[in-house]
Every structure is written in structure tokens, then in C-alpha cells.
């Protein structure tokens, strides 16, 4: 269908165009200041969403363009229908489309078809593109199932298969006997009396053994996904090779089925202890060496394995997850041709590669599908599941990016803006999911990384949870304070999330520290998605504030520094040798820290919960003051618990300035559960946990 311009009194403006798209204009900084976009920035991201424009005067036309795509398209590409409410398609129809033909197929259901005379449906807009067109209401059953379903459309010559989200407006909730609790600890940081240099999936299973001992139903760890651990290295768990595969590092081989009828692997077995004594009292995991032991170890039962005769479970794993497959192959291309944008052709695998590296892969990834399924049983046993991070994003050359290049726009960064502890912004070295192509593949790539992930834990804790509403883009070449934001379609994000979710009966929690719009926290309140009350994020004012009912509380996060160290202020002296405060404002800091000590000891003290002077006991009281809370969750980490200091991650250092992802605990767990004052904390706080049923 031929769309003529609609006549304007005056031509669009760039920033007209912009918001047509999802680009936002402006935005208030953590000041409340105006921030302003430029015109290049703008340029930058409408190019990439698919505008027509090399410069401003290109607006009026463009604008255009995508008003007359929208209006041969019958309707949007997605619907949301939420369970219990009425769900409407705006169907945009023509002059001439008296009819429009309609089936349903529900997922697993046979299809439904009927035909609607279009005079009959509600009008709710007339537009005028090439003629008067109209906007109408079509509503749908309200009998549809949760999941993914498909409306199939045809009016006149147009057709359109669209995608309906049919989910609860609520994500799941569980109902335990007692108020949750349970520890934090990053999993590469574990120590155990013969860890081979880094924490694995065996010593999680066994820090939760010991916590459900305790009374405790929570194990939380930051992400687990895959990573770059040799031609390309990229160990940051925020910056995964996939978000569909778990982290070849983490696997125990040990734990291998076959390890007792692989000699070759039983002969290295003993040296390879030898050499991990040397890795073991590092206060810094090693991850080339770490991995290089267990690749020794890991090579030689990969070939016993496929030597022998019988792959059942394998091949019963790979029918589940068939795109195993392609990514061991393009881990195996990775690992001898570099990065996928230097390959020959960038779009397909290179015929030479190493079976054998391919078969590694393939064992490990049904290696770390046992381990963690394991894991997430006995979890699962004991509680509503571990609890588990999401990362915002992927590595650049991962595997993600390199399959669906239409997902990922290579020429933007996601960052934040400049605000008062990064004076000049962050960029997180990963680019971001493209919206509308997000819409137009149907989500397929979002549900199945939520299902993978979601299959096996229990608490999902997605890392800045504003990105489902909107990101920060930062167009490559130019300085973070350029950046503009991006608006996501949060509704359809929010029901897919529902969606897998009640599948896998997993709880969500959203990441809504700093500047968060209010928004975003009445739209996790709408679908019951936990919030985090981060106690010194809000330590400051004479009274510590009312800690709410859905979320999970606790005394930091992996990005802030431990308890201990927050109360010396070692994190403004640290903030002070890496130049980002000067001496005059390093004293500052250090004397509104004293102020805030003292109001939190007053506060704590008029509340009955401070038994003594020390530090230790103020991180008691604190604990108890959590404990004692409505809120749903309470994590502690578990470094606190003996006063640690070193952080895990300094946001927005390199690893070049300060150690990051990479500091070990530096208790092993047996050594953890010998200290009484570690067992006392954890004592208290499951005394100060009611038994009900809030959760």
C-alpha cells in the first residue's frame, strides 16, 4: 500500500523525530539539572534505531518514512494481554478494509478463527495519512493461558503475524513457614581446604549445605554466565561471552561421571592438586591459570568421553538445548581465529576448526548443566532457590552479539550519566539490545536467556532494573555526558518476565539503587517485583528509615565497600588516591562520615538494638535492625561477617587500577564455620527472622 506524505503547516524537527522513536530529548541529572541532548547524539542513536538521517534537515523525511511503516502495518508486533483484563489490538485500517480476518493460535491450543466486520469495532483515533485511516479496537478472549501466543491478521492484501504476551500482572510469589534469610558471596571468591584457585559450583552447593544448617534459605552470587578465559580474556561477570551458557571456570571436574574410567585424567589428577597449592593462598584469583589447570584436566576426560560408546545423557541434553552445538563451535573458531569480527566472514563459522575444542565445550557446558542442576535442587529444597544475578549486557565479540548482530548495535555503548561520585560518567564496555528489533524477533533471544537462567534458580535479580524502561546510549567516539537515554517497551518486558517467572516459579528482584524515576518503582510494586533497601544507601538522616515489605535488605552490595570498611571510611581514601576526590573534599567526606556515624550508633542505641562500642557490635546491631524488619528477604554478605575491607568491585575502575571480580575471601568456608563470631551473627539473625508467612 502507497503512503503519500499527510500535508504539515511546517517541516519535524530533529527532536520531533527523536521522540517518535523512543529518544529521549533531555533528561534531569542526579542535581535536577536540564540535560540537554545534542544534535549529534540524536543522530547517532535514530540512525541506529533506523531513521533515515545524516543531518537535521533529514527530519521532516524520515519522519515520514517510519509514519507511513507504522500505518501499513495492521497492528503492533507485540500485545501484552494481562491475565484477568480485557486486552486490545489497535488494529490501523485503510479505507476499503470492511473485514479483517483473525486467528489465534494459543500456544499448545488449537487455533481460533472468526471474522470482524471493522464497522463494528470501537473506534478509537482517526488519522489522516493518505486518505482518512482509522484506528480500531479489537479485543481478544480473555480465556488465554500464560506464555508466548500468536495473533495471525489479514485485511485486503496486508498480513501480519503478532506476537501476544499472555501473562499475570504479578511475578511469582512463594509462602515460606518463616521470614527469609540467607548470605551473599561472589562464587570465583569461595575457598575451600582444596579449591583448584577459584570458587566452583561444589563449594556454592556447600556454603548453602551450611547456611540451611543455620536456618538460612538463601544463597545469592553474582553471575555465572560463560566467559573469555583464554584468546580472548574478559572475566567480568558483567560482561559474559553468553547469557545462554554457564561458566566453563566454575565447573568441578573432579565431580567429571567419567573421571573413574579415564586413566588419562586419573594419572594427571595428583599432579594437578599439586599445582593448585600453589594457586590456593592467593588473595587474588589467577582465572588464565585457574582455568589453564582444570582445561588439563578438563581435555583428557572430554576425549575418554567421546572415545567411548554411550552418550545418552549427552545427546539427551543437547535435544533440550540444540544451540549447545553452535556455540561449542563458535568457542572453537573463537579459540583459533580471535574475535568474530576478524573472521573471514564475520556471519559464518570458519570450516577450520578443532574438534576437539568443540567437544570440550559440549562436555563442559553438560558438566556445568549437571553441577548447577544439582545445585539448584538442593536449593530449591531448602527454600525458594539460589538466587541469582543477571547481567545487564554481553561482551562485544561474544557469542550473542555474533548471532544476533541485528539485536546488538556495535556503535553504542550503555553507561550512565555524570553524577556525583563519577564526575564524568560510566561506560560498561557492552553495547545494548535494540528495542525495536527486540519487537520485531518476537523476544525470541530475551525469553530464552530469562528461561535458561530462570530454569535454575530461584530469585532472579536483574542488575539495573531501569533498563527496562530505559538506557543510557553513548554513541562510540564520543564522551559519556553525550549520551542520551533510550526508552525500552517496559510492559512487554515486564510480562515476559512475569511469564518465565511463573513458568519456572522464580522470584524477581529488581536492582532500583540511585537515581531511579518513581516510575519504575511503582511498576516493580504493579508486578510484585522486590526492590533492594541498601542500608548505607540511606544511612544519613537522624533516623535510619522504615524498611519496606517488598524487597531485599541488606547492609551493602557486591558494588559498594564491605561494612567494615565503609565505617573507617576507607572507600574516601580509596576514592582519594585514585584522583576522584581531591584532599579538600576527602576531608569532607571523612568529617559528614563521622556525623553519620554517630547518628546511626544514636539511632541504634534509642532502639535498644547496641550492646556495646565496637565496631563489631554496631554490625550486630545493624543485622538485628534488619533482622527485625517486614522486609521479605535479608541478606548479609558474608566477608562482613569478619570485619572484611577489601571491596569486590570498585565501579567504574579498571581492573589495571584496583583488583576487581577477582579478591578472595579471605576465610575458607570450614574456616568461616570454625569463627564464633561469624556463627553468633548468623545465629542472631536467624533469631531476629519471625517465623510467618509474608513471602
Not at 478472549?141 to 501473562?167: F, N, S
Request: glycine fraction near 8%.
Amino acid at each position: 500500500m502507497k503512503i503519500r506524505r499527510a500535508p504539515l503547516s511546517r517541516p519535524v524537527t530533529l527532536r520531533k523525530l527523536a521522540r517518535l522513536y523512543g529518544v529521549q530529548t533531555a533528561y534531569d541529572d542526579i542535581t535536577g539539572r536540564r540535560r540537554t541532548a545534542s544534535t549529534d547524539a540524536l543522530l547517532a542513536a535514530l540512525r541506529v534505531l533506523g531513521a533515515q538521517v545524516e543531518r537535521p534537515d533529514d527530519a521532516d523525511g524520515a519522519w515520514h518514512a517510519r509514519v507511513g511503516q507504522l500505518w501499513r502495518e495492521l497492528t503492533d508486533p507485540v500485545l501484552v494481554a494481562w491475565q484477568g483484563h480485557p486486552a486490545t489490538a489497535h488494529l490501523r485500517l485503510a479505507p476499503g478494509d470492511a473485514r479483517v480476518e483473525v486467528e489465534l493460535v494459543p500456544d499448545g491450543a488449537e487455533a481460533r478463527r472468526w471474522t470482524v466486520d471493522t464497522r463494528e469495532l470501537p473506534l478509537l483515533q482517526s488519522v489522516q495519512v493518505d486518505g482518512l485511516r482509522l484506528l480500531r479496537g479489537l479485543r481478544l478472549p480473555q480465556d488465554l493461558p500464560t506464555g508466548y501466543h500468536e495473533l495471525r491478521l489479514k485485511a485486503g492484501r496486508r498480513r501480519q503475524r503478532v506476537m501476544v504476551i499472555c501473562a499475570p500482572t504479578r511475578a511469582h510469589a512463594t509462602r515460606q513457614d518463616r521470614s527469609l534469610w540467607g548470605v551473599f558471596a561472589p562464587i570465583y571468591g569461595l575457598r575451600s581446604g582444596g579449591d583448584w584457585g577459584s570458587g566452583d559450583y561444589t563449594h556454592l552447593e556447600q556454603l548453602g549445605q551450611w547456611v540451611a544448617e543455620l536456618g538460612g534459605g538463601i544463597v545469592a552470587t553474582l553471575p555465572f554466565c560463560c566467559s573469555f578465559l583464554d584468546t580472548l580474556f574478559a572475566p567480568s561477570p558483567y560482561s559474559p561471552a553468553s547469557r545462554l551458557f554457564w561458566n566453563e571456570l566454575f565447573v568441578d571436574p573432579r565431580r567429571a561421571p567419567n573421571l573413574s574410567r579415564c586413566p588419562e585424567a586419573r594419572r594427571l589428577e595428583q599432579t594437578l592438586e599439586l599445582q593448585a597449592d600453589q594457586l590456593r593462598p592467593a588473595p587474588l584469583v589467577d582465572y588464565r591459570a585457574a582455568w589453564a589447570l582444570k582445561r588439563r584436566l578438563l581435555e583428557p576426560l572430554s576425549a575418554c568421553f567421546f572415545r567411548g560408546e554411550r552418550h545418552e545423557e549427552l545427546d539427551a541434553f543437547l535435544a533440550q538445548r540444540p544451540e549447545v552445538v553452535d556455540y561449542a563451535r563458535f568457542r572453537a573458531a573463537t579459540h583459533r581465529h580471535g574475535p568474530w569480527h576478524r573472521w573471514p566472514d564475520p556471519r559464518r563459522l570458519p570450516e577450520d576448526r578443532d574438534p576437539r575444542e568443540e567437544q570440550l565445550h559440549l562436555y563442559v557446558q553438560w558438566l556445568a548443566d549437571q553441577q548447577i542442576d544439582a545445585l539448584a535442587r538442593e536449593a530449591r529444597r531448602r527454600g525458594p532457590g539460589l538466587y541469582v544475578d543477571l547481567p545487564l549486557g554481553v561482551h562485544d565479540c561474544g557469542y550473542d552479539t555474533w548471532r544476533h548482530p541485528d539485536l546488538f548495535p556495535l556503535q553504542i555503548d550503555v553507561g550512565a550519566p555524570p553524577d556525583s561520585l563519577f564526575t564524568a560518567g560510566q561506560k560498561w564496555g557492552f553495547p545494548p539490545l535494540h528495542p525495536l528489533q527486540a519487537r520485531q524477533d518476537r523476544y525470541r533471544h530475551v525469553i530464552d536467556y530469562l528461561g535458561h537462567i530462570t530454569r535454575k534458580a530461584g530469585i532472579l535479580r536483574v542488575d539495573h532494573v531501569m533498563g527496562l524502561h530505559r538506557l543510557f546510549w553513548i554513541p562510540k567516539g564520543m564522551e559519556v555526558r553525550h549520551g542520551v537515554y533510550v526508552k525500552y517497551p517496559a510492559e512487554e518486558l515486564y510480562a515476559i518476565l512475569s511469564v518465565e517467572s511463573h513458568r519456572n516459579r522464580c522470584l524477581i528482584v529488581g536492582e532500583n539503587l540511585g537515581t531511579v524515576p518513581s516510575y519504575v518503582n511503582r511498576a516493580m510494586r504493579r508486578h510484585r517485583i522486590f526492590g533492594m533497601h541498601v542500608l548505607q544507601y540511606v544511612m544519613g538522616g537522624e533516623e535510619l528509615p522504615v524498611v519496606p515489605e517488598l524487597c531485599v535488605a541488606s547492609l551493602n552490595t557486591h558494588d559498594m565497600p564491605p561494612f567494615a570498611g565503609y565505617w573507617r571510611g576507607h572507600d574516601i581514601d580509596d576514592r582519594h588516591d585514585l584522583g576522584l576526590i581531591d584532599a579538600d573534599g576527602g576531608r569532607t567526606e571523612h568529617e559528614a562520615r563521622r556525623t553519620l556515624r554517630a547518628r546511626v550508633v544514636a539511632f541504634l542505641r534509642r532502639r535498644g538494638l547496641l550492646h556495646g562500642e565496637e565496631e563489631a557490635d554496631v554490625l550486630a546491631a545493624c543485622l538485628r535492625h534488619l533482622g527485625l524488619s517486614r522486609a521479605r528477604m535479608v541478606l548479609v554478605n558474608l566477608e562482613d561477617l569478619w570485619l572484611e575491607t577489601q571491596p569486590q568491585n570498585t565501579p567504574g575502575i579498571g581492573d589495571d587500577r584496583r583488583p576487581i571480580w577477582r579478591p578472595r575471601l579471605r576465610l575458607t568456608i570450614e574456616q568461616a564455620q570454625a569463627r564464633a563470631d561469624v556463627m553468633e551473627l548468623l545465629g542472631q539473625l536467624r533469631r531476629t527472622r519471625p517465623a510467618d508467612d509474608r513471602t
